[in-house]
T-cell receptor, first 111, second 114 residues
Framework: KQEVTQIPAALSVPEGENLVLNCSFTDSAIYNLQWFRQDPGKGLTSLLLIQSSQREQTSGRLNASLDKSSGRSTLYIAASQPGDSATYLCAVASGYSTLTFGKGTMLLVSP | NAGVTQTPKFQVLKTGQSMTLQCAQDMNHNSMYWYRQDPGMGLRLIYYSASEGTTDKGEVPNGYNVSRLNKREFSLRLESAAPSQTSVYFC?????????????FGPGTRLTVL
């Protein structure tokens, strides 16, 4: 059974810092890996999707990498802003039964 | 273009009551999903529908039933609510089946069962 772990569970940084969120998964046979953002009391918003054949994806200040063989992904956020404060969720697609989610990293960026 | 909509936003039930959570998407997506989110547990898949006319169980289907009414709508029914079903329920949709495509989520329904 696929298991997804996210470290750290919570992270607090001052505005302007570059930061890295980590995600690991136990079964390397995946279709893709997705990063989501969740604001308090809201639904999930997709940030990046990395196909299993890709090594990384970029969107603005966000860069996600994937090392399928080692079962790891990182989400890099450059020049963090208070508006980046949210919970970030990693999810992997393995098999036909859709996504397995990690428990998330709660990020607080202080002004 | 509203994306994925869910009704109601909040609901309080007594143990044993029944209710249906409604979900609709206007993106012409083929696949739809129901998840629940609990503190410390993350999101877990309840049921999904890969295409109109099909439904399959996810990780935690017990106590729930679903109906894929048409391509746009996917409802989740609790026949006899239990306190263990207190949770936040999210509906999602994607163009392609399974986990091979980006999923788009609704705003959630916060359900409390007393």
């Amino acid at each position: 059974k696929q298991e997804v772990t996210q470290i750290p569970a919570a992270l607090s940084v001052p505005e302007g810092e570059n930061l890295v969120l980590n995600c690991s998964f136990t079964d390397s046979a995946i279709y893709n890996l997705q990063w989501f953002r969740q604001d308090p009391g809201k639904g999930l918003t997709s940030l990046l999707l990395i196909q299993s054949s890709q090594r990384e994806q970029t969107s603005g200040r966000l860069n996600a990498s994937l090392d399928k063989s080692s079962g790891r992904s990182t989400l890099y956020i450059a020049a963090s802003q208070p508006g980046d404060s949210a919970t970030y969720l990693c999810a992997v697609a393995s098999g036909y039964s859709t996504l397995t989610f990690g428990k998330g990293t709660m990020l607080l960026v202080s002004p | 273009n509203a994306g994925v909509t869910q009704t109601p936003k909040f609901q309080v039930l007594k143990t044993g009551q029944s209710m249906t959570l409604q979900c609709a998407q206007d993106m012409n997506h083929n696949s739809m999903y129901w998840y629940r989110q609990d503190p410390g547990m993350g999101l877990r898949l309840i049921y999904y529908s890969a295409s109109e006319g099909t439904t399959d169980k996810g990780e935690v289907p017990n106590g729930y039933n679903v109906s894929r009414l048409n391509k746009r709508e996917f409802s989740l029914r609790l026949e006899s609510a239990a306190p263990s079903q207190t949770s936040v329920y999210f509906c999602a949709s994607s163009l392609l089946a399974g986990g091979t495509d980006t999923q788009y989520f609704g705003p959630g329904t916060r359900l409390t069962v007393l």
